[in-house]
């Protein structure tokens, strides 16, 4: 990841939304430093991608050029390719995983939690093999475990569950991730 292209990105959707804000102001907002900021104005300047213009009080104003408006909306689709691919890439480590997983257990439990990794994870379940997936129980809470020595999986950290003992082996996901 270009993170000198991402902090472009963050001050190009800065000014696009507030072409009032000084440099300070994109630097909050964007959590960039001011000298950050400085500089990556000036070289986007020089780019032709924004224009400075003058305005009373001794402020400038920045617009984006039409040419600084193409910029970023390349930036955008390859911003959302990245993280698309990214979370391709988590969702087939985590269909692998479960997978190796069923390989040594005859059945699993899988903690769930209705947020974006729950998604993921039922997205990675859905695409397993039909006796994978009835190998598989969603559950969410401990009490729902009802076969002592299935697994559990979970994917929050580890220092999240304190010192609870439980009857189930706990798998941490997150710990089977590369």
Partial sequence: ?????????????????????TQRDISRHTG????SVNLLLKKMTKEGLIK???????????MLTPKGMVEKANK???????????ITQTKEHIKNTFANLL???????IFYTNDEVGSLIITAIDEL???????????QTMEEAINPQTPVI???????EGS???ANPIINLLDKLP
């Avoid at 955008?76 to 990214?86: D, E, G, L």
Wanted: aromatic share 12%; glycine share 2%; hydrophobic share 35%.
């Fill in 129 to 139: 093999s039909l006796q994978q997936r009835a190998a598989i129980t969603l559950i």
């Fill in 154 to 160: 979970k994917y929050y950290p580890s220092n999240t």
């Fill in 1 to 21: 990841m270009n993170i000198s292209y991402d902090k472009e990105y963050l001050i190009l959707s800065q000014i696009e939304s507030n072409p009032d804000a």
């Fill in 76 to 86: 955008t689709v390859s911003y959302i390719k990245r993280h698309y691919n990214a």
């Fill in 164 to 166: 609870m003992n439980y």
């Fill in 52 to 62: 400075i213009e003058s305005i009373p009080a001794h402020r400038v104003a920045y």
């Fill in 103 to 109: 390989k040594d257990h005859s059945a699993l439990y």
């Fill in 32 to 35: 960039l430093s001011l000298g």
